[in-house]
């Protein structure tokens, strides 16, 4: 089967926000009168509507995950994390106590770096589980492997791509790309991926170039200055280029650079005849982020307004002189539960709806091209993991 | 046979795609289509997978892989027979959104507040050699700041002995740490800083502060304090999963208001029954209270926010407690509370630990 074509793309996000809003609202009102506890049934149910929605040449893909699996996959992690954590902060207190601060810096670090160690861990497990239960025309994939070679590789790689200033990072974050990627399979067949690293440099010196750039015009300004240097027009410009520099600067070189690693990377990807591509230009990336703060300042604003609406009700209510003091309280309280409500309403649909966003942004720039041959894609032989991505949700790296 | 109705196929063994139609009854369904084997299954043994656009897909108990997608619409009497839809999963579905979502309400509010009272009911019951292990395993000997002689540790032992507490022996060290404080420690062990010796004026001061420490051992708010933190951990685990903080706060721990009035108590009533004055410790939180005068309300304000009761209600209760026409006699002899106060400067291999790490 052909894949893909100027008219009809190999993937389509099929979904609309207006049938995804009753999901988003209940999976909130139970997350919140489960303490947090629904969260795992509302990935779920979150994932199964996004995945239901997005078709892949001539079928939707279907999420097979369960609440339960995820729920139980962060106790483990929780205990497998919690008790070690718990035995290392007596010792630590101990040793504080008395006074052996060398051997806490050690023990600090050792824990951190084991804690590094299980981030690698989390996202080779993520993406294994994931993948497992995705399936399409009733395929899915998964991989053979436990992790434990790709979290020493992510630790190492990690550190070495940092330590020359940082200048060999798009070289680890493509190599482990492509040692995770190369790791799965989905039905019979290995993913191959070997995305270039030298295609990131160019965009990736802009990390070293502007900041230099700024400090050399800043500098020049300084000294054009001449006599005004250490003014207060001086510091003004000088603080206003390190909050331009930070703020405005250093992202966009981040998306400009984001952007391209993930067209290198995901078009490297192949998986027996199909060849994948990512389609979304920084500008997009840039639309993409400027749509979820504005989700977030949209959610901020309909709160406020539904807030100072009730708050204004309550006290036109609680105006009248010879109001009973019953009345009085109950008016106070419900107005107060309002208030409460018009705020935790919108915002708690924001994160729901940047997934959303996300993952329509996501399939709307994968293409897919090449050949599909359905009797030749048979079920897949990975043993199967009994629970979910407890370690990442442990780590609140979770997104989607 | 009641219908026959449309349905697509996937047998989970390969990607191919088959469009058949199952011929159905009450007990179960015929399935046959475009290369396929004719296959026949009872409803008993389909369950409910989920909702694709075309319509909802069903799998079988015994097959992972095996799915049928039944394409809307349907008819009354085939949707009688399929497996009801999950929507928010498990009991939601079975008893309704509403009623479940009270039901989690009322769970949930007797969880927050079985977390919040838990501490005090479970922490009596925790035997106290279990506590004793992890106050040696936390604190250990301090790395040589104990002040010790043969002398202050004789006075330190007759203090205790006449406050006279009932219970498991309790542990009172002298710290070389220049803070005017006293701490209760897991396991029964109290410790005295060197800043609170240097403060106090006479033995019947420190045996208030004692009988206070004292107090809080007795009544277990080391422990209740501990399992409160762990149980706050777990708690805040399952909202937000920020656990390496949760777990930090571990190690912090401090008891509430109650508990600290209720530790002043006890040392009151330790005091009386011994007979040992309660005007020199009054007198020692006098001292301190003057330093808070000069905060004046904002020092009322913020004692409703500390843990510690404000040094000048703290005065008072122990002014009032003296029981007119009471014989006192002071807690142990000025030997004796000399030898206390210069246990640091006469210890000869003490470490000095003003840099502890906390």
């Known amino acids: 089967m052909g894949v893909g074509g100027p008219d009809r793309t190999a993937f389509e996000w099929q979904g609309n926000w207006k049938a995804f809003l009753p999901i988003a609202l209940t999976n909130g009102l139970l997350t919140i009168v489960t303490l947090g506890i629904y969260r795992f049934w509302a990935t779920a149910r979150e994932r199964q509507y996004f995945w239901a929605n997005t078709r892949f040449i001539d079928d939707q893909l279907e999420w097979t995950g369960k609440g339960k699996e995820l729920f139980f996959g962060f106790l483990i992690a929780l205990v497998a994390l919690g008790v070690p954590l718990f035995i290392l902060n007596i010792l630590v207190s101990r040793l504080m106590l008395s006074g052996q601060g060398a051997a806490v810096g050690i023990i600090t670090l050792i824990i951190y770096i084991l804690l590094f160690w299980l981030i690698g861990f989390a996202i080779f497990r993520g993406l294994r589980y994931r993948l497992s239960r995705t399936s399409w025309h009733g395929i899915h994939g998964g991989s053979d492997e436990p992790g434990m070679r790709f979290a020493t590789s992510y630790l190492w790689k990690t550190i070495v791509g940092f330590l020359p200033l940082g200048l060999l990072i798009p070289w680890a974050s493509t190599r482990l790309f492509k040692e995770r990627w190369e790791s799965m399979s989905f039905g019979p067949h290995s ?99 400027l749509g979820n703060l504005g989700l977030w300042l949209l959610a901020f604003f309909i709160g406020l307004i539904g807030a100072l609406t009730f708050g204004g009700l309550g006290a036109l209510l609680s105006q009248g002189d010879q109001m009973d003091p019953i009345v009085a309280m109950a008016t106070a309280g419900s107005s107060g539960f309002l208030i409460f409500l018009s705020f935790i309403i919108p915002l708690m649909l924001v994160g729901p709806f940047i997934r959303y966003r996300n993952w329509a942004f996501f399939i709307r720039h994968m293409e897919a091209g090449g050949e599909v041959n359905l009797e030749e894609l048979t079920q897949s032989e990975t043993a199967a993991l009994r629970q979910g991505e407890g370690l990442l949700d442990a780590f609140d790296m979770g997104a989607v | 046979v009641t219908g026959t109705h449309p349905v697509w196929h996937y047998d989970g063994r390969s990607a191919v795609r088959h469009q058949a139609t199952i011929t159905y009854g009450p007990q179960g369904f015929e399935m046959a289509g475009d290369g396929m084997a004719f296959q026949s299954h ?119 002995a006449r406050l006279g507490s009932k219970g498991d022996p309790v542990e009172v060290n002298i710290a070389n740490i220049n803070m005017v404080n006293a701490v209760a420690l897991p396991g029964g062990k109290i410790l005295i800083f060197r800043g609170l010796l240097q403060e106090a004026k006479n033995a019947d001061e420190l045996a208030g502060v004692l009988g206070h420490e004292i107090g ?70 006098d001292r301190l209270s003057e330093g808070e005068e000069e905060m004046g309300q904002a020092a009322e304000a913020f004692s409703y926010l500390s843990s510690h009761p404000m040094s000048e209600k703290r005065e008072k209760a122990f002014r009032q407690s003296k029981v007119s026409g009471a014989q006192h006699t002071p807690v142990i002899s000025a030997e004796q509370w000399r030898a206390i106060v210069d246990a640091c400067a006469n210890d000869p291999d003490v470490k000095v630990g003003d840099d502890l790490l906390f």
């Open chain 1, 191 to 289: 993913f191959r991926a070997d995305p270039r690293w030298q295609s990131l440099m160019k965009r990736f010196s802009l990390f070293y170039i502007l900041p230099t750039l700024a400090a050399v015009l800043g500098g020049l300004a300084l000294w054009k200055g001449g006599d005004d240097v250490g003014s207060v027009g001086a510091g003004v410009a000088a603080a206003g280029l390190i909050v331009i520099f930070f703020y405005i600067a250093l992202p966009i070189i981040s998306l400009v650079y984001y952007a391209a690693y993930a067209r290198v990377t995901v078009g490297s990807v192949r998986l027996a005849g199909l060849e994948f591509a990512f389609t979304a230009r920084s500008v997009d990336w840039l639309l993409l982020g």
């Open chain 2, 216 to 285: 809080h051992i007795r009544n277990r708010d080391v422990m209740v304090s501990l399992l409160r933190q762990m149980g706050l951990s777990v708690l805040l685990g399952g909202a937000n999963s920020d656990m390496a903080g949760a777990l930090n706060s571990l190690a912090s721990s401090s008891f509430s208001r109650e508990a600290e009035s209720e530790a002043d108590d006890y040392s009151i009533k330790l005091m009386q029954k011994a007979r040992v004055s309660p005007d020199a410790t009054a007198g020692f939180f």
């Open chain 2, 42 to 160: 009872a409803w008993a043994d389909l369950v409910y997978r989920g909702e694709k656009r075309e319509g909802a897909i069903y799998g079988l108990k015994s097959d992972a892989g095996w799915q049928i997608g039944v394409p809307d619409p349907l008819p009354d009497d085939l949707r009688a027979h399929l497996p009801k839809p999950q929507r928010y999963g498990g009991f939601i579905d079975k008893v309704g959104l509403v009623p479940a979502s009270i039901a989690l309400v009322i769970i949930s509010a007797g969880v927050v507040f079985g977390a919040m009272k838990a501490p005090e009911v479970v922490a009596p019951l925790v035997p106290m050699s279990w506590e004793r292990a992890m106050g040696d395993a936390m604190v250990g000997d301090l790395g040589g700041r104990i002040c010790e002689t043969p002398e202050s540790r004789k006075a330190i032992d007759a203090m205790v």
